[in-house]
């Protein structure tokens, strides 16, 4: 054990103080606990039992059941506490181990956690005082740890409290060298302050696989997080396709804008064409359904966006006829066809979009429907009135729009039935006139909750939510942020924590610049400190919370944050987005090879290694990689499931004595996007890449040492006599064409293979390793 935790050493001594009632401070806070008066804490062991109340086991249906949670949370606390699974015996269904208070708990030895329903929901409520499903109780003995939702999801929600008890409770017993789990005895409350506690991510202008998006699920719902709203549909801007480099008008160019529409509609359906050219790039409904399934099954619901009537470059390229001319991201709803169009979209889709009423917030979709014009007011609430009837009478769901300022002219206003997603204060919307309106808000204010992939490079914008003190110290009083706060200097403008129709918030994780800014782990880098933080927010609140006997006892300071977690991120269980190594804690080698044949392929064990990372190898190449006459040739030298490094070989110019020029160039295989190491000109104007050459040859070993953050990849490249010089893989990126700027790339560790069968060779001295070398 201490060998696997040997990471959890420097944090342990900080976190030894931070305890609350003797329960570990954890993310996000519990809102009450009593320490009971016994000294006898409850200790997790192989043998630990689950038992599922009998009475409830079914509860839950048509979403995940009792039962069905109790089964996910085995699995997640065999991952934290790294027991053998055989070890751990399979989910029981029964009663409660029955045991009166005076009866000598000795001779038990078998820990149980018992999984039941009937909390007091009475105790259990939102902050606007609605009794909440997603609340629970719990109990802890010697030798029982009892969970007692409201409903199934509040008993999923208990389990992941006990997790990150064990979790945090596991590295001081590592740092002792014991095998000991032991969480206090005590009894407590829980439950969310706001019934929407959410993330956005633009799968629209970027490509992503449907495991990665699970593996965002699985570990935003660590945190108690309860929705993933997908935005499935948009463009990527580019102004240069819309009035070509030399500046002249190309009417038609807009067409071959970057835009899409992620969801795949069956081979029959009188909308296929919507996909194309892009249908490589699409979710098929079963593999969308068991993303929502993974989803479901860690209590999180997905909410499904299709933006329109602006952002449909996609629609406009399928029938060019339904946008307005000039304006192509708008689509024009005086159009006759236009309505019945986004209506067809909708009937293809709205049957995939699971139904549980007790996971997150039931089933919702989002039409979207932001930045249109406000000069065609009328037509916009027209059109978002339309769509809000059509789906709430043919799917019995509801709908959600984003806030926008559309001033209608003629005093036409949308129905308050349907949900406003504020996000930017004042100029789309203000949300406590709203409210004041009748509307029910949701909170995405872009101030305190916007990410963009790869904005961070401009040195200005966030790297992610914990870059500044916004979310900390960001309201108009110097105190923290939370769901009721939109403004961070006009209080009046914020609306109390009890307003019954604030819902919740949602923070947003856009992809402005496409697919070439950014590899999938890049976006990861920038959540993986936010969704835990924005998670404790959204659940037990900040200032001015109402004060009763359920109300939240305790929040996280900034310093009790910072301390644990690192801890849960590291061991949250489900997923392996952070890339680590099994068994392994940096600084440590993952593998290393005095002498490689790099035409026999070496199969190492280990997919992908996330950054920080050392990969250094030295290579020589036969005459044989002479491909002078055949063209640019790329052969893999090192493979991996998120990255791979390709040498590249280019014929010499006939002029030069070499045979062959060669150079490196990393892919990231989701995107299919290549990075050549390339020199680009001056940051601030790049130019058109020029290929870095390296000096590989046949008579002497090139030295090559590849190093990797999170924020950049870097190469050295040398003999063993000198050096080398540091280098950058990089890309170009900007918005419409214009602000043009180089950004450094993150690769995690191609670390799956070694060589390729097309390379002549040898490699030596090949080794990577975690940590900062």
């Not at 420097?10 to 329960?23: D, G, T």
């Not at 064409?737 to 993150?746: I, K, P, T």
Request: glycine content about 8%.
């Amino acid at each position: 054990m201490s060998s696997s935790f040997s990471w959890l050493f420097p944090l342990l001594a900080a976190l030894q103080c931070v305890v609350v009632n003797a329960l570990h401070t954890q993310i996000p806070s519990i809102r009450s606990f009593t320490e009971s008066n016994s000294s006898s804490p409850f200790v997790i062991t192989p043998q630990i039992t689950i038992v599922v109340d009998s009475k409830f086991q079914d509860s839950g249906s048509p979403g995940p059941s009792l039962l069905s949670f109790a089964r996910t949370f085995r699995l997640d606390l065999v991952a934290v506490t790294g027991f053998d699974e055989r070890d751990v015996p399979e989910v029981r269904v029964g009663s409660a181990p029955s045991l009166a208070p005076d009866q000598d708990t000795s001779s038990r030895t078998t820990p149980t956690v018992f999984l039941t329903l009937g909390a007091d929901a009475s105790n259990l409520k939102l902050f606007k005082g609605e009794e909440t499903g997603e609340g629970y109780e719990f109990e802890i003995t010697s030798t029982m740890f009892t969970i007692r939702g409201v409903e199934a999801i509040g008993a999923w929600w208990g389990t992941r409290t006990l997790l990150q008890q064990a979790l945090l409770s596991l590295s001081l017993a590592a740092s002792n060298e014991t095998s000991s789990i032991p969480i206090s005895s005590g009894s407590g409350f829980d439950a969310p302050g706001w019934e929407i506690r959410g993330f956005m991510l633009d799968v629209g202008r970027h490509w992503f696989e449907l495991s990665f998006l699970s593996d965002l699920c699985i570990y935003a719902s660590f945190f108690k997080m309860n929705e993933f709203h997908v935005h499935a549909s948009d463009f990527v801007i580019d102004e240069h396709a819309i009035t070509g480099r030399t500046g002249s008008p190309s009417p038609d160019a807009w067409k071959s804008l970057y835009a899409t529409l992620r969801f795949q509609p069956s081979l029959q359906s009188p909308i296929i064409g919507i996909i194309a050219p892009f249908a490589n790039e699409t979710y098929s409904h079963s593999s969308f359904s068991t993303f929502q399934s993974t989803c479901l099954q860690h209590g999180i619901t997905i909410i499904p966006e299709i933006d329109t009537p602006a952002h449909s470059v996609v629609i406009s390229k399928w029938k060019p006829e339904l946008a307005i001319p000039g304006q192509e991201d708008f689509l024009n709803i005086s159009f006759p066809e236009t309505i019945p169009t986004v209506q067809s979209i909708w009937e293809e889709f709205l049957p995939w979009f699971s139904t549980n009423s007790e996971v997150g917030t039931g089933v919702e979709v989002s039409i979207g429907a932001d930045e249109y014009s406000s000069s065609l007011a009328d037509d916009y609430i027209l059109f978002v009135n339309t769509m809000n009837d059509y789906i709430s009478s043919t799917s019995e769901k509801a709908m959600r729009i984003w806030g926008t300022n559309e001033p209608s002219r003629t005093g036409q206003t949308i129905s308050t039935n349907v949900t406003i997603q504020h996000w930017s204060f004042p100029g789309g919307s203000i949300p406590v006139r709203l409210m004041e309106e009748g509307y029910r808000v949701i909170n995405s204010e872009q101030a305190f909750l916007y990410l963009i992939g790869k904005s961070w490079s401009d040195g200005v914008s966030k790297f992610d939510l914990d870059s500044d003190d916004t979310i900390w110290t960001g309201a108009p009083n110097g105190g923290g942020w939370a769901p009721n706060i939109f403004s961070q200097t006009d209080s009046s403008n914020n609306t109390t924590p009890s307003n019954p129709l604030l819902r919740g918030s949602i923070m947003a994780c856009w992809n402005d610049f496409g697919n070439n800014a950014t590899t999938p782990l890049e976006l990861w880098y920038q959540l993986r400190k936010s969704l835990p933080l924005v998670g404790e927010k959204m659940w037990a609140g900040a200032d001015g919370v109402p004060s009763s006997p359920s109300s939240q006892t305790h929040r996280l300071t900034q310093d009790e944050f910072n301390q644990v977690y690192p801890i849960l991120n590291k061991g949250a269980p489900g997923q392996n987005l952070n890339r680590a190594v099994k068994g392994l804690s940096a600084p440590a080698t993952v593998y290393q090879f005095q002498e490689i044949n790099p035409t026999h392929l070496v199969k190492t064990g280990v997919d992908s290694v996330g950054p920080p990372y050392t990969l250094s190898f030295d290579l020589r190449l036969a005459n044989s990689s002479n491909r002078r006459g055949n063209g640019h040739v790329q052969i893999p030298l090192f493979t991996g499931i998120d990255s791979v490094l390709f040498l590249d070989i280019f014929p010499s110019p006939s002029t030069s004595n070499r045979d062959s020029n060669f150079s490196l160039t990393f892919q990231d295989p989701v995107t299919n996007k290549f990075y050549p190491l390339s020199s680009f000109g001056p940051p601030t104007l790049p130019g058109v890449p020029v290929q870095i050459s390296v000096p590989f040859n046949s008579e002497e070993f090139t030295k090559v040492v590849i190093s990797a953050t999170e924020r950049g990849t870097s190469i050295t490249i040398g003999t063993d006599e000198d050096d080398g010089v540091t280098r950058f893989w990089e890309s170009v990126i900007g918005i419409s064409g214009d602000h043009l700027r180089l950004v450094n790339m993150s690769f995690a560790a191609p670390a799956a293979v070694i060589g390729d069968e097309g390379l002549t060779g040898e490699m030596r001295n090949v080794r990577l390793r975690i940590g900062d070398d």
